[in-house]
């Protein structure tokens, strides 16, 4: 199997979520991706297959790297990180849920925590500070270079 991030593009991607109007996202201000939302936002799903190499190994999707046990160092957080940012419209995607609060609906009526959930809103902070920043750097290089002339 290629290990590669690029191997991974193009065999599954959020089918509703390119191009989703901010109109897409639930009235509540809560993204119930599991059940009730899971026909718009199943990316945000363990199972939903976007395939990400993390440490050297290539998994078909969240679930997939859970099942096998995390290895090493790897955490939650990183193999988020992977499945996201390996993707690029996983990333406009997440960035998409705005501030809606993004829930495993799969949890309801249990003790568990909204550990997924949270790492996801987690991520999609990370993300949008990313953003800002490279934004702001391209803004001041124009600005440098505007000074040089044409």
């Given at each position: 199997m290629d290990p590669s991030p690029g191997a991974a593009l193009g065999r599954s991607q959020p089918r509703k979520v390119f191009g989703m109007a901010r109109s897409a996202?639930?009235?509540d201000g809560r993204i119930l991706f599991t059940h009730r939302d899971h026909e718009t936002f199943a990316f945000?799903?363990?199972?939903?297959?976007?395939?990400f190499v993390l440490d050297g190994t290539r998994?078909?999707?969240?679930?997939?790297?859970?099942?096998?046990?995390?290895?090493?160092a790897s955490t939650l957080r990183d193999a988020l990180r992977a499945k996201f940012t390996q993707q690029r419209g996983?990333?406009?995607a997440?960035?998409?849920?705005?501030?809606?609060?993004?829930?495993?609906?799969?949890?309801e009526g249990t003790h568990a925590a909204n550990a997924l959930g949270v790492a996801l809103m987690r991520l999609?902070?990370?993300?949008?500070?990313?953003?800002?920043t490279k934004s702001s750097l391209l803004d001041e290089l124009m600005g440098v270079l505007a000074q040089w002339g044409p």
């Amino acid at each position: 199997m290629d290990p590669s991030p690029g191997a991974a593009l193009g065999r599954s991607q959020p089918r509703k979520v390119f191009g989703m109007a901010r109109s897409a996202l639930p009235p509540d201000g809560r993204i119930l991706f599991t059940h009730r939302d899971h026909e718009t936002f199943a990316f945000l799903c363990e199972a939903f297959e976007s395939a990400f190499v993390l440490d050297g190994t290539r998994w078909d999707s969240l679930a997939h790297w859970r099942a096998a046990g995390r290895h090493g160092a790897s955490t939650l957080r990183d193999a988020l990180r992977a499945k996201f940012t390996q993707q690029r419209g996983l990333v406009e995607a997440l960035r998409a849920t705005g501030d809606a609060q993004l829930v495993d609906d799969s949890l309801e009526g249990t003790h568990a925590a909204n550990a997924l959930g949270v790492a996801l809103m987690r991520l999609r902070a990370e993300l949008a500070e990313v953003a800002e920043t490279k934004s702001s750097l391209l803004d001041e290089l124009m600005g440098v270079l505007a000074q040089w002339g044409p």
